[in-house]
């Protein structure tokens, strides 16, 4: 089953457009719990099992990881391989690079991480990219316009559609999507009318304060999966008692149920 | 010591202005040695130790190290620990992401990988690069211009250009310097021109096919540092046999000549 294919799956049972964002840092972590590579570990996996009725899909940030160097990855790998295949698990890395080193990175985040899809960037065009969609059961959601202030430097007001155009043409193996921030719905709306039905990766809506209503009207394409909306933050330290996992399946509830509530009747 | 004036110290005492790129496969690395962490430890070190005599910096490719997964990075982590200290390390990463994710990836690669330097990515603008630059006594090389033919679908005609003015704008701590490829040196005289004197990075001599002449000619600046040529394949893959470190030390040793009986009079 592809990415896509399970990602429907979970959609449609969960009625869920919910990504949970892991991005673990050890100063929010619940205090009773071990600094150790163990400690992180049952942390995220208790937030996975008690957000996993809710969330469509995890998303773990490499960067939250690699800090901790060769033990955070194996912490990062563990990770994955313990969420149930059922839910698919988008590697939030950010990758690019040119030729061969592309490859390199393409074959690390799906073979040897085991993501089902990952955040790429776009800036050294198709060809660093290529290699992602070279993984046709893998999503590849390519940056396209993102929720912070810098957004502004390059990508407004063209750069960002010009990449959600060429992002659509270069999708022949139909396994793309876009990062848009919800922090600007009226350009989302504009990435919309170009991008046709490419899945949407939509952080910003938590602690950057985006607007989830405009969002995901401006979002909708009428598909099955014209979005998924991110949290990471909000819900992993909804808590730092001992029911931080709990506290977290709440606020994951609460904005899965949020989001069903605000999108547009088509 | 920043990097810079370890990089200076360097130039000065080698007249050297290559970079060696570390980046293994296991399908080049001589069969003699094992498929294991030691084996390519000990290929990396052994080729360290034949070309430092004639290398400005060495520059490590972090997706050669990722895709081995957690024991790839504890390699790297090895690696660069094991590289003598007055020998500056650019991680070649190209990381870029928002906020406190770009905090955490900036604190990794100086930190956590120990790295001197860094190669990273603008499309997300000021804020994503800013957590790399207030390192001040590391250095931060921005992609601009890179070497491969996806250049031509967004940074070509403009956006390299905006990159290098908006760089230069940022760059406040002075440990800014930018990525330019060799495939094109019509446009590094470009990019130098509006630059100032920021080092370039420059790959793309080598199995690409760039002009050697012709770009030290354009990114030629007057200072001490103008530009750091870099070669991988070429050197590391110089032999497959018992004496591949003493093929690499040569091959370097012939292209830091090469580039001293290139560089412009000025």
């Given amino acids: 089953m592809t990415f896509f ?19 673990p840092v050890w100063e929010k972590i619940p205090p009773h719990l ?8 049952e942390f995220l996996l208790m937030i996975v099992d008690k957000t996993k009725a809710h969330a ?7 960067a939250y ?53 990952v955040t790429v960037t776009p800036y050294q065009g198709e060809d660093a990219l ?11 959601f390519v940056l396209c316009l993102t929720s912070n202030p810098g957004a502004a430097d390059f990508q407004l007001p063209e750069l960002h559609l010009q990449v959600a155009k060429k992002v659509r043409a270069w999708n022949v193996t139909g396994n793309a999507g876009l990062v848009v921030g919800a922090t600007r719905p009226e350009n989302i709306a504009a990435v919309r009318k170009i991008s046709g039905q ?11 304060g985006g607007d989830l209503e405009k969002t995901l009207f401006a979002a909708e394409d009428g598909s099955k999966i014209p979005y998924l909306i991110n949290a990471s933050r909000s819900i992993l330290y909804a808590s730092s008692s001992e029911d931080y996992a709990q506290q977290a399946g709440n606020a994951a509830k609460k904005l899965r149920d949020q989001i069903n509530l605000c999108r547009p009747n088509l």
């Fill in 34 to 41: 071990p600094r150790t590579q163990e400690g992180l570990l």
């Fill in 56 to 62: 469509a899909v995890f998303k773990p940030n490499f």
């Fill in 198 to 208: 490419m899945p949407f990766l939509i952080p910003g809506v938590g602690a950057q």
């Fill in 130 to 140: 290529r290699p992602f969609f070279d993984y046709p059961e893998r999503g590849v």
């Fill in 65 to 117: 990881f690699e800090i901790l160097g060769a033990s955070g990855m194996e912490v990062l790998q563990e990770l994955i391989r313990k969420i149930t295949p059922e839910i698919p698990v988008i590697g939030d890395a950010k990758r690019g690079d040119v030729g061969h080193s592309s490859q390199m990175y393409a074959k690390a985040v799906f073979e040897t991480f085991g993501c089902g899809a």
């Fill in 5 to 23: 294919e399970k990602l429907e799956n979970q959609v449609c049972t969960k009625h869920s457009y919910l990504c949970v964002g892991l991005d």
